[in-house]
C-alpha cells in the first residue's frame, strides 16, 4: 500500500476545456481566507469556465506522480495530475494598456506544494506575456498572504501600491497589494 505521493516532473500548458472538472476541483480544494475575497464556493457550483474566464486565459501545470511504498521504493504507478493554475489575462480592454498583462489567479494543489509549482507557473505566466506582446505584468495579492508575496519578490515583482484597508474579511480590515515588475530584458 503507499505510503506517499513523489512529485517527479511539472510541465505547464494552455488549459483545455476537458479540464473544467478538474480545475474546479481544484479551486475549491484550494480556497483560503489567506488570499481570497469571495466566500467559500458552495453547491451547486458554477462552471469553472465562462465568458470572462476562458480556457485560453489560463495556463496549467501538470505533474507526474508516483506512489511510493512504506519501504521508499517507487510502484510503478506514474500518473499525469493537475498540480496548479494560473491565469492571465489583458487588465483592461484598453489600447493604452495592451502592453500590460496581470496575473488574476495562482492555485496549486496541496499535494503539489513546496515543490516549486507556484514558481513554475509563474515563470510560465511571464513567459506567455511576453510571447502575447507584453513589456510588463502585474497582479495584485491580499496583505496577509506572506508566502504569496513572497514567491512574488523572489521572481522580481516590487510592491507598486498598497490599497489599505480595501477588503473587510472575518472581521477585519486587509490590505490590497499591487505589484509588478518589467518583462524587458
Do not use: K
Request: aromatic content about 6%.
Amino acid at each position: 500500500m503507499p505510503a506517499t505521493t513523489t512529485l517527479h516532473s511539472v510541465s505547464v500548458r494552455p488549459a483545455l476545456p476537458a479540464d473544467e472538472e478538474a480545475l474546479g476541483e481544484l479551486d475549491r480544494s484550494t480556497w483560503s481566507t489567506l488570499h481570497a475575497v469571495m466566500p467559500r464556493p458552495r453547491p451547486p457550483y458554477d462552471p469553472f469556465f465562462d465568458e470572462r474566464h476562458r480556457p485560453g486565459d489560463f495556463l496549467v501545470a501538470e505533474a507526474v506522480t508516483e506512489a511510493v511504498t512504506e519501504a521508499g521504493a517507487p510502484d510503478g504507478s506514474g500518473e499525469i495530475r493537475i498540480a496548479g493554475y494560473i491565469r492571465l489575462v489583458p487588465p483592461t480592454p484598453l489600447a493604452c494598456n495592451a502592453h500590460v498583462r496581470q496575473i488574476q489567479g495562482l492555485a496549486v494543489a496541496a499535494w503539489a506544494r513546496g515543490a516549486g509549482v507556484g514558481r513554475t507557473l509563474l515563470r510560465a505566466a511571464c513567459a506567455e506575456a511576453m510571447r502575447q506582446g507584453a513589456n510588463r505584468i502585474t497582479l495584485r495579492v491580499l496583505g496577509h498572504n506572506t508566502p504569496a508575496r513572497a514567491l512574488y519578490a523572489s521572481e522580481g515583482f516590487a510592491v507598486e501600491g498598497v490599497l489599505s484597508g480595501e477588503f473587510f474579511l472575518h472581521g477585519r480590515y486587509v490590505d490590497d497589494v499591487l505589484m509588478g515588475r518589467s518583462l524587458a530584458p
